[in-house]
């Protein structure tokens, strides 16, 4: 029997070293991870949010929350199965013998140093347990949920940030061929000037322009970088690292993608918020089996195992070897303490069913709204295109007119802050446009 426990308590401790083992080799594959990163990286949209999938630092630690839930089921499961304990004791009474006083008569007894081996096996089960079981797999999938709103997000931030830095990119481009046309108007203008055919105050309006469009053309230059720099942190790479980004404007903001995603068809079940809002409704009810439960009895189950070794003579084993014990628990009063419980869950489950019917109506109707948004937003964004191309035409045909005496200074001014405001309304229209779309696709679960 000695061999038998001693074996059972040997692959018992060799099991948690091997569970330990795992857990620390998991922990670590998320902890020393050493990435690399070139000087150059050049991503596409669609490539910019798989890169920042996998290395947003945010998202990582969203990931390991399932872990952690996964970890908190298995504490949960494993208070429920056996639990072995092993103890070793050694006592020395330092020489010490009792005596036994029988009919007048002493009798010594020798105190023997002991050394006693213990081990004890138990189990215990009730219906908390179980329950409590079944409650930490809701909570995995709603760490799942709570992941895949955490890499839908991440995705319509990057969408957001890379098509910011496309935008102004571009807005630049116009405005440095507006910024040339206008430094040759102003190179024309004072030679003019210096031969006496127009007066120094023309000249000085241009120049006027030519400083307003070099303001405007910096701060857009600036806007890059502080857009470059918030991708940067999405994708979690250097700063010292260059972004290339290989996408278009118009590979993005295609009425074919546009018109796909307004086609495609309201699915409730895929929609993230309401899993979430569902299975807190589902917790919110096993809650109420958990807290009835309470009435329920609980089964232990133990072995203990003793064994004691003296060092000298004498000695009295009082106490058995083996011993098993087997005991049923059941409540019988508590001054109302779990019935009041079983009411508290009562309550917030049907609080949950409530919440869950109205976030049901709440989507329909905001489903709607996110396609009427990206109508709107996208048929803004086709007049503002429109119009700050005409806005751009305008200007040349203002420059060209100005060189051969046609149109007047303050013809050329006008075009030119025309030229600007369209830009950045231009700009505002596709942001807009882009928010629009990243929200329905959230929406959609896309």
């Known amino acids: 029997m000695k061999k038998q426990i001693l074996l059972f308590a040997s692959l018992m401790f060799s099991a948690m070293m091997l569970a330990e083992d795992h857990v620390i080799a998991a922990a670590k594959s998320h902890t020393n991870d050493t990435v ?7 991503l596409s949209l669609d490539e910019a949010r798989d890169f920042a999938i996998k290395q947003n630092r945010t998202l990582k630690n969203a990931s390991l929350a399932v872990q952690e839930a996964y970890a908190q089921r298995w504490q949960t499961i494993a208070a429920m199965l056996p639990q072995a304990d092993g103890s070793y004791t050694y006592s020395n009474y330092c020489g010490y013998s009792a005596t036994l006083s029988m009919g007048g008569t002493s009798i010594p007894i020798n105190m023997p140093n002991v050394g006693a081996l213990g081990v004890t ?27 895949e709103q955490s890499e839908n997000e991440l995705r319509g931030s990057v969408m957001s940030s890379y098509m910011s830095v496309l935008a102004l ?17 102003e190179q024309i203008t004072q030679q003019a000037v210096n031969a006496g055919a127009a007066e120094q105050t023309a000249a000085d309006q241009i120049r006027v322009r030519v400083n307003t469009l070099k303001n405007n053309i910096n701060t857009q230059k600036r806007n890059i970088e502080l857009a470059y720099s918030s991708l940067k942190v999405l994708l979690d790479v250097p700063v010292e690292t260059e972004l290339i980004l290989t996408d278009k404007i118009d590979d993005v903001l295609s ?22 809002v569902s299975k807190s409704a589902e917790l919110a009810k ?4 958990m807290a009835g439960w309470a009435y329920g009895p609980t ?3 133990a072995y203990n195992y003793s064994n004691q070794q003296y060092y000298g003579e004498g000695g009295m084993r009082m106490t058995p070897p083996n011993t098993v014990q087997v005991s049923v628990r059941m409540p019988l009063w508590s001054s109302g303490k779990r019935a009041a419980g079983v009411v508290e869950k009562k309550i917030a489950y049907e609080e949950a069913k409530n919440t869950l019917s109205e ?14 948004n990206l109508t709107n937003a996208y048929e803004t964004y086709l007049n503002e295109k429109d119009n700050i191309g005409v806005s751009q035409r305008v200007f040349k045909s203002a420059t060209e007119k ?15 802050n025309d030229l600007i405001n369209a830009q950045s309304t231009y700009v505002q229209a596709m942001l807009n446009l882009v928010n629009t779309q990243v929200d329905l696709e959230q929406f959609l679960n896309n």
């Open 36 to 42: 690399s990163y070139p000087a150059e990286l050049s």
């Open 121 to 147: 096996a138990s189990v215990g089960i009730n219906g908390q347990g179980i329950v409590g079981a079944l409650l930490n797999n809701i909570a995995i999938d709603m760490k799942k949920i709570a992941l």
């Open 169 to 185: 990119q571009s807005i630049t481009n116009l405005l440095d061929s507006s910024l040339n046309n206008i430094e040759n108007l």
């Open 255 to 276: 009425p074919e993608r546009i018109l796909a995603l307004l086609s495609e068809e309201f699915n409730l079940q895929n929609n993230l918020t309401y899993q979430q």
């Open 286 to 289: 096993r809650n109420v089996h």
């Open 299 to 301: 089964l232990s189950v």
């Open 359 to 372: 976030t049901t109506d709440n989507l329909g109707i905001l489903y709607r709204q996110l396609c009427f």
């Open 402 to 416: 100005y060189k051969w005496g046609a149109a007047s200074n303050l013809e050329l001014t006008n075009a030119s």
